[in-house]
């Protein structure tokens, strides 16, 4: 019998890998996460990436998806990438080192685990012989990826939609350039928050949902996780694992996915000793972990905005597992603080979880300061995410005798404006993206309005398949 999968509330059906892969949410508005816990398979040093890629998630999707199509999409999904490591090491000193996850077409970390998941998508759909419809909104780098793991799939179509003149310019021309029959952005007059309430609105229309085959590909979708879990192992494999001496990481964090994958790999057995939670000014996690409460605040605009982020939607897993899968006590948890801003997490929770994770913060002006520091000191450049991880990496730091991996989550040429204003060195865009600013735009302009955005999805439901 395959892996099930179970709610995080308790409350909906349990699912195998197929199913969660297309529902997203569960019926409980819980997450989905294995009922069980599988155990790594021996690795060794000299395997590729997509060799361990294929031994640490095979266990997750067997019984969903023959062993041939699994191994081709896996080994497709990673060709794209623009280095043989696909997501190479260098070291920063003092046991210090960088995993660069940003080597994919959009050259931020979304690229891992999306490029896998729309090509699982895909090959699912054709199984079924149905069609969906990926709607998401964006105010950066996830719309990119999404779009580009997405362009000419044959049985999956996606909308997006980002706020009209909000996002950077190359961020934007990442997503409107791309010319695929199955691809509509639509820029809405009104903010990147306008554009998630007509996400969820769409999305809790029945009805619209089952006529176009509404599908998300956020980062609360089970698979991204099990694809981000795989260069924990690696990174563990590449410095050590197999001499028994463990590694840690830190990892700029917003919706808590990323580190939440480091998560499972120790809990399948890598070595990982510390898992460090990197936040700028935006740093719920970081109180809570203080605190031992969750508190809403509002979000103040940042040089690392793909971590401005309110409510961190994937650390419900954690709490799920902390809690010893209590799906009522989550449920109970997690619906006051929708409803109050605020809740008390349980003490045995907050301890189990502190084994594990430690977390701090970074402002603007330390990152700005930490990407000038590595700039004269090695020559190369970090962009504003990865610097507070390793500015939150080197301040908390439990044993320096530990390899510490900080994961670079973008390309410095994707937040150009301040490196520049950091270092005096405008970093260019790679030549596969150095026609961008030539290239035509395709999007449609539309209010902030749900009946307008449902004509859109319609005529391409209509249009792309
Ligand atoms: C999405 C993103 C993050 C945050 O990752 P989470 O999984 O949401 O914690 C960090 N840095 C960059 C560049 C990102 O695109």
């Not at 997006?160 to 997503?175: I, N, W």
């Not at 409460?293 to 509002?298: I, R």
């Not at 865009?429 to 395709?442: A, G, I, Q, V, W």
Request: glycine share 6%.
């Amino acid at each position: 019998m395959s892996l099930q999968y179970t709610s995080t509330r308790g409350d909906a059906p349990t699912l195998d890998f197929g199913d969660v892969l297309l529902t997203g949410l569960a019926t409980d508005g819980g997450l989905y996460c294995p009922t069980e816990m599988p155990e790594l398979p021996p690795l060794s040093a000299d395997m590729t990436y997509t060799e361990v890629a294929l031994a640490v998630m095979w266990p997750f999707v067997e019984g969903s998806i023959d062993r041939e199509s699994f191994v081709s999409i896996v080994n497709d999904a990673y060709a794209c990438f623009r280095d043989p490591a696909v997501v190479p090491i260098r070291e920063l000193g003092d046991g210090h080192h960088l995993m660069d996850l940003a080597k994919g077409p959009t050259l931020a970390f979304k690229d891992v685990a999306l490029q896998l998941v729309g090509r699982l998508l895909d090959r699912e759909l054709t199984v079924r012989g149905r069609t969906a419809m990926v709607f998401a909104a964006t105010s950066g780098d996830t719309g990119s990826a999404a779009i580009e793991a997405l362009a000419n799939r044959s049985m999956v179509s996606a909308v997006v939609l980002h706020p009209l003149g909000r996002v950077s310019d190359v961020q934007r021309r990442q997503m409107t350039t791309v010319d695929a029959p199955n691809i509509r952005n639509l820029a809405v007059r009104g903010n990147f928050d306008d554009c998630q309430d007509l996400v969820k609105a769409a999305f809790n229309d029945s009805a619209v949902r089952s006529e176009v085959g509404l599908a998300a590909v956020n980062s609360i979708n089970w698979a991204r996780v099990m694809a981000q879990i795989v260069y924990y192992v690696v990174g563990s494999l590449r410095l050590g694992a197999t001499s028994g001496q463990p590694v840690s990481y830190s990892v700029p964090t917003g919706n808590f996915g990323n580190v939440l994958a480091g998560w499972y790999a120790k809990r399948m057995g890598a070595p990982i000793d510390q898992l460090v939670v990197a936040s700028n000014r935006n740093d719920v996690l970081t109180r809570y972990f203080e605190t031992g409460s969750l508190d809403a605040f509002d979000v103040v605009p940042s040089l690392s905005p793909s971590m401005d982020i309110q409510v961190s939607s994937n650390f419900e897993r954690a709490l799920w597992e902390a809690s010893g899968r209590d799906g009522a006590a989550v449920a109970a948890l997690l619906t006051e603080f929708r409803a109050s801003g605020s809740a008390e997490v349980p003490t045995s929770w907050n301890d189990a979880l502190a084994e594990t994770f430690d977390a701090g913060r970074a402002d603007d002006d330390q990152t700005l300061e930490e990407i000038r520091a590595v700039h004269e000191r090695l020559g190369f450049l970090i962009e504003p995410h990865t610097a507070v991880g390793t500015v939150v990496a080197r301040e908390l730091r439990r044993d320096p005798s530990i390899p510490m991996i900080t994961l670079a989550t973008a390309a410095p040429a994707k937040f150009p404006d301040a490196v520049e204003k950091a270092t005096g060195v405008r970093p260019p865009l790679p030549t596969f993206l150095s026609e961008l600013h030539d290239r035509p735009e395709y999007f449609v302009e539309v209010g902030n309005d749900l009946d307008e955005i449902l004509v859109e999805l319609r005529d391409l439901a209509d249009t792309a398949q």
